[in-house]
C-alpha cells in the first residue's frame, strides 16, 4: 500500500524560506500528480501547487505563484515545494497528495487524489 511522508516546514519569519518534502513509500511506481495542499485552521485543503510525472507540466495557486516552486524526482518517487517570500497568509498545514489515476477531477481538486500524508505544519509570523 502506498503512503507519503512528509519532511520539512516549522516557523520562520515573513520573507524567509522553507522547503517542504515528500516521499512515496510502498511503491516502485511514481505518482502521475504530485501535489501540496494548505489547511488553515478550521478551513478546506487548498491546492498550492501540482507536478506531473511528465516533468513538464506544474501548476500553481494564484497565490503562490512566483514564490513557490514545485519539483519532482521520478526516480526517488519525491516531490519538493520550495517556498520563497513566506507571508502570514502561507500558515497552515501542508500536505502532501498523490494520484495515479490518468484522468479524474481537476488537478486543484482535493477529490482529484486518492493517497495523502499526514501534513506537515508552517507557520510564517510577520
Same mark, same amino acid.
Given at each position: 500500500?502506498?503512503?507519503?511522508?512528509?519532511?520539512?516546514?516549522?516557523?520562520?519569519?515573513?520573507?524567509?524560506?522553507?522547503?517542504?518534502?515528500?516521499?512515496?513509500?510502498?511503491?516502485?511506481?511514481?505518482?502521475?500528480?504530485?501535489?501540496?495542499?494548505?489547511q488553515e485552521s478550521g478551513g478546506d485543503r487548498k491546492v498550492v501547487a501540482a507536478a506531473y510525472s511528465n516533468g513538464r507540466n506544474q501548476y500553481y495557486a494564484d497565490s503562490v505563484k512566483g514564490r513557490f $516552486? /514545485? #519539483?519532482?524526482?521520478?526516480?526517488?518517487?519525491?516531490?519538493?515545494?520550495?517556498?520563497?517570500?513566506?507571508?502570514?497568509?502561507?500558515?497552515?498545514?501542508?500536505?502532501?497528495?498523490?494520484?495515479?489515476?490518468?484522468?479524474?477531477?481537476?488537478?486543484?481538486?482535493?477529490?482529484?487524489?486518492?493517497?495523502?500524508?499526514?501534513?506537515?505544519?508552517? $507557520? /510564517? #509570523?510577520?
Amino acid at each position: 500500500q502506498v503512503s507519503l511522508m512528509e519532511i520539512g516546514g516549522g516557523s520562520v519569519q515573513a520573507g524567509e524560506s522553507l522547503r517542504v518534502s515528500c516521499v512515496a513509500l510502498g511503491t516502485t511506481v511514481a505518482p502521475y500528480i504530485m501535489a501540496w495542499f494548505r489547511q488553515e485552521s478550521g478551513g478546506d485543503r487548498k491546492v498550492v501547487a501540482a507536478a506531473y510525472s511528465n516533468g513538464r507540466n506544474q501548476y500553481y495557486a494564484d497565490s503562490v505563484k512566483g514564490r513557490f $516552486t /514545485i #519539483s519532482r524526482d521520478n526516480a526517488k518517487r519525491t516531490v519538493d515545494l520550495q517556498m520563497n517570500k513566506l507571508k502570514s497568509e502561507d500558515t497552515g498545514k501542508y500536505y502532501c497528495a498523490a494520484s495515479y489515476d490518468m484522468s479524474g477531477p481537476p488537478w486543484s481538486t482535493a477529490s482529484r487524489y486518492k493517497i495523502w500524508g499526514q501534513g506537515t505544519q508552517v $507557520t /510564517i #509570523s510577520s
